[in-house]
């Protein structure tokens, strides 16, 4: 995909996943198409690989929780705990990865944990799941309070855009009283310099 065709060029793989949700999401995953190219473009990533990974992240959003969950258990079952089975939110990164591995057949592993992360993130993420990852929380779309900061942040330094995105979320769900996916402090950590990953 060539960016100067602009982001609603029609293409096998945009008009299969625009069949499979709403308007309304497909909107959305176009809009992190586009905010992800933007984000990935300094860092010469290919964008086919890029537009890739944004198009399916949430291939399985609309789904119901309990054919996320039987994905899920299929494809993942060693990976989500009883907590994690419970939430769309975690699951559906988890169960779009596995459609999108044996659906649309995705052999790259960087694709596929970029859509796998996309909302419980993941320390030692690679550059282009850290691209999806705060594409998905500052496309154009968005319009939560914090969005218009996190994304001015995430335009001058994408680690520091994401650890804004962190923070802001990790205080809205403890504030919330809700589960946070471990996954998520452990990134946190890792950008923090907390945390020492092997690989990188
Ligand atoms: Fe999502
Ligand atoms: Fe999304």
């Known amino acids: 995909m060539d960016k100067m065709t602009g982001t609603n060029a029609p293409t096998p793989l945009r008009e299969a996943v625009r069949q499979e949700m709403s308007p309304k999401r497909y909107a959305h995953t176009l809009g992190v198409v586009e905010q992800a190219l933007t984000l990935s473009a300094p860092y010469g990533l290919d964008p086919l690989r890029v537009e890739t990974a944004a198009l399916l992240h949430d291939i399985c959003k609309e789904w119901s929780r309990e054919d996320m969950r039987k994905m899920v258990l299929q494809y993942y079952p060693e990976t989500l705990k009883e ?66 900061e996190i994304r001015r942040r995430t335009a001058l330094d994408l ?41 990188n």
């Open 83 to 148: 907590n994690d089975l419970e939430s769309v939110d975690i699951m559906h990164g988890f169960a779009g990865a596995a459609l999108a591995a044996h659906y649309f057949h995705v052999e790259d592993p960087e694709i596929l944990e970029a859509i796998c992360c996309h909302t419980v993130g993941k320390a030692g993420l690679s550059l282009l799941g850290k691209i999806i990852y705060i594409a998905d929380a500052t496309e154009q779309g968005r319009r939560y309070p914090e969005a218009e």
């Open 159 to 199: 680690d520091e855009g994401i650890r804004s995105q962190l923070a802001h979320i990790v205080s809205r769900l403890t504030k919330a009283g809700k589960y946070i996916h471990p996954n998520t402090l452990e990134m946190q950590a890792w950008l923090a310099g907390n945390l020492r990953m092997e690989t």
